[in-house]
């Protein structure tokens, strides 16, 4: 059974920087694929980010060259590091994962979708709130 846990959310000023964390436990991010999604009340579930089992990593335009994603294997961690925080970039995030525990291999993550939904693997969400 796996479980993904979301850490590292808060407040903080425009022009910011600050990391979140997405860890996995009862299964292993060796061999997965992950994705940041980003939510709030005027939006679908947007796509940030993924990162590819070989490691290749790809943001959207939008937040190109301010966010980035990374992993450390050894603890099963994946992190999206933002920087120059907009009062634009707040929203709840989430992280999912493929290939893991049973959930089979997309062709992409879809661009938006519905949180949480099952084709995934999904962590419980972290605020951030720019101001």
């Known amino acids: 059974h796996v479980q993904l846990v979301e850490s590292g959310g808060g407040a903080v000023q425009a022009g910011e920087l600050l990391t979140i964390s997405c860890a996995a436990s009862?299964?292993?991010?060796?061999?997965?694929?992950i994705a940041w999604y980003r939510h709030t009340p005027e939006s679908e579930c947007d796509l940030v980010g993924t990162?590819?089992?070989?490691?290749?990593?790809v943001v959207v335009d939008s937040v190109n060259a301010r966010f980035s994603i990374s992993r450390n294997i050894g603890k099963d961690t994946v992190y999206l590091q933002m920087n120059a925080l907009r009062p634009e970039d707040t929203a709840e995030y989430y992280c999912?994962?493929?290939?893991?525990?049973?959930?089979?291999?997309?062709?992409?993550?879809?661009?938006?979708?519905?949180?949480?939904?099952?084709?995934?693997?999904w962590g419980q969400g972290t605020q951030v709130t720019v101001s």
């Open positions: 999912a994962a493929t290939r893991i525990a049973g959930f089979p291999a997309v062709s992409r993550f879809p661009p938006e979708t519905v949180c949480r939904t099952n084709f995934a693997a």
């Open positions: 990162l590819s089992r070989n490691g290749q990593t």
């Open positions: 009862g299964a292993t991010f060796e061999g997965a694929d």
